[in-house]
């Protein structure tokens, strides 16, 4: 994305009403990095299906929590190129009720499933899935005042994102990398 790759425009059109002269419309063209979403569709299946074993989730709970997770992808990338407001705010309704599916498996299915488990591994779960949902919950919140509601930049947004990405992934990564040597059940 840094390179100028994996990025393409959305045009959207605002029409302002005036009360003694002709209505104007003004046509803009928003950057879309299509990159960001594809990285998405690949790490964060990824880093549930690091949560949902940890937490000792059935197959199908995992399997609901990878579908619910892509399906939040790629709704949000289809709002990013909504056409319309309808069209825009309908696709990122539908993402974030993905979103909740995954809450639902996390913080429901799996705080019942790592009960079972010793008490380092239920107060470690407990942790890195807190705070991979709040890090989560960020992410709809720019897409709504960034690409929805265009409230701030694409500077703004790509900054957030990638100030989210650095704490999810990575720190994430880390995180469970080395509480997983100290940890016998995981």
């Known amino acids: 994305m840094a390179t100028g790759h994996g990025i393409s425009y959305n045009s959207y059109s605002e029409t302002e ?8 419309t003004q046509t ?50 289809f709002a990013a190129y909504g056409n319309n407001e309808a069209q825009k705010w309908g696709w990122y309704t539908i993402a974030c009720i993905a979103y909740l599916v995954i809450i639902y498996q996390l913080a429901l299915n799996g705080r019942k499933a790592v009960e079972g488990k010793d ?27 960034a690409d929805g509601a265009h409230v701030v930049g694409v500077d703004a947004e790509i900054v957030g994102y990638a100030v989210l990405d650095v704490l999810a992934k990575p720190v994430f990564g880390f995180w469970l990398l080395f509480t997983h040597d100290s940890m016998s059940s995981t």
């Open 119 to 145: 008490s380092k591994t239920k107060a470690f779960y407990a942790s890195i899935s807190g705070f991979t949902l709040l890090l989560w919950t960020i992410y709809p919140i720019i897409w709504g005042i």
């Open 17 to 24: 009403t005036h009360k003694h002269v002709p209505d104007t």
């Open 28 to 77: 803009y063209h928003r950057d879309v990095y299509w990159a960001r979403y594809v990285d998405w569709s690949v790490t964060t299946p990824l880093l549930l299906l690091d949560l949902c074993l940890m937490a000792g989730l059935s197959g199908a709970n995992i399997l609901v929590a990878l579908v619910a997770d892509v399906i939040m992808i790629l709704t949000g990338l």
